[in-house]
Nanobody, 126 residues
Framework: QVQLVESGGGLVQAGGSRRLSCAAS????????MAWFRQAPGKERDFVAA????????SYADSVKGRFTISRDNAKNTVWLQMNSLKPEDTAVYYC???????????????????WGQGTQVIVSS
């Protein structure tokens, strides 16, 4: 299993940008699909973005497509979520997640991820 620590959350105005980071422990980071999920108050934890083990394939929720970008650096054991054109409805706790797999198409279903970070809060003010 891999340990995950998110950072980069905070308060941002609508239309602004924010970059979240997720640092992973362990020497097998390159064997994991990495993903971001988010959970707004009173709502389910929803898929945001995922990236496969090599970084060659990504997947996004329709609500963030064209605004958010997921990337990774296996040498740094880090995955990022660049969030642009933020909207108040993007307000949530953002969680980093990892699934041990080397598939070309990354898993996007929450149940498939066995390692989770503690979350980082993003608040988008209107």
């Amino acid at each position: 299993q891999v340990q995950l620590v998110e950072s980069g959350g905070g308060l941002v105005q609508a239309g602004g940008s924010r970059r979240l980071s997720c640092a992973a422990s362990g020497r097998t980071f390159s064997s994991y699909t990495m993903a971001w999920f988010r959970q707004a108050p009173g709502k389910e934890r929803d898929f945001v973005a995922a990236i496969n083990w090599s970084g060659s394939s990504t997947s996004y929720a329709d609500s963030v497509k064209g605004r958010f970008t997921i990337s990774r650096d296996n040498a740094k054991n880090t995955v990022w979520l660049q969030m642009n054109s933020l909207k108040p409805e993007d307000t949530a706790v953002y969680y980093c997640a990892a699934k041990g797999e080397t598939k070309s198409i990354p898993t996007t279903k929450r149940a498939g991820f066995g390692s989770w970070g503690q979350g980082t809060q993003v608040i988008v003010s209107s």
